[in-house]
């Protein structure tokens, strides 16, 4: 049987002993019922795995006694999706779904058709939310990296896309399938999905150097084409299946 696995900043890591985060020691403790000496897995969200056992147990405090340490690399290519935001509940999937597939970053933006309505009052909260997503998906997924989630305005978009090396762009009218315009190997790969009704016509033009693509002839809902995009990315690179 694996042992649980939990998520520690590196600040909290010390030569021999890890400090869990108040969220996590409450799960250790709470939900799943741990006791000292207890055999536990920890990361730090950057790569490195400790194999620990549970030493010092209180309502205050929960460290993990390392027994052995492991640096795990993230598989190439680093995946980055640009996701136009969508309802708040389709957002929360497309985080989960792409953190379990392993994206390095996910970075949400307002869309002019976006059906969701942006208020930039609410990209602090809901980039906590986002991450907090993440390292859950993370961790169900034992991974030893964690997805980057941030926000980012129109004219922020764009610029960051533009000093993407590799960035594809999913578009409707495109006729070029998405598996074509990947090449054999890549460091880091940006993937660029619109909202629902798609990306306008200007918008896909306004992002300098990302390549329009395919996924076929079905349309696919917002929080769907971004997972199937990835899933084609990772196949493609062998990272998946």
Not at 81 to 94: G, L, W
Request: glycine share 6%.
């Amino acid at each position: 049987m694996r042992s649980p696995w939990f998520w520690a900043p590196p600040q909290m890591w010390a030569e021999s002993v890890i400090g869990l985060p108040p969220d996590e020691a409450r799960h250790a403790l709470r939900v799943l019922r741990l006791k000292s000496g207890d055999q536990v897995t920890v990361t730090d969200g950057r790569g490195r795995i400790a194999h620990c056992k549970l030493a010092q147990r209180t309502e205050e405090l929960v460290e993990a006694e390392i027994a052995e340490v492991e640096e795990q690399r993230r598989a190439k290519p680093d995946l980055v999706v640009y996701q136009s935001i969508a309802k708040r509940q389709r957002n929360d999937e497309v985080v989960q779904r792409l953190a379990e597939l392993g994206a390095a970053e996910v970075w949400m933006f307002p869309a002019r058709r976006s059906v969701a309505r942006w208020d930039e009052e609410k990209a602090l909260p809901l980039t906590i939310r986002w991450n907090s997503i993440a390292r859950a998906a993370a961790k169900q997924s034992r991974s030893a990296w964690l997805t980057e989630v941030g926000v980012l305005g129109s004219a922020q978009l764009a610029r960051q896309v533009a000093g993407e090396a590799l960035a594809v762009v999913l578009w409707e009218e495109a006729s070029i399938p998405l598996r074509e315009a990947l090449p054999p190997a890549a460091e880091r790969i940006a993937l660029v999905v619109g909202p629902e009704g798609g990306l306008e016509a200007s918008e896909v033009e306004a992002l300098a150097g990302a390549r329009p693509v395919s996924l076929g002839n079905k349309i696919l809902r917002t929080e769907f084409a971004p997972i199937v995009g990835a899933s084609v990315v990772l196949y493609h690179f062998g990272v998946i299946g």
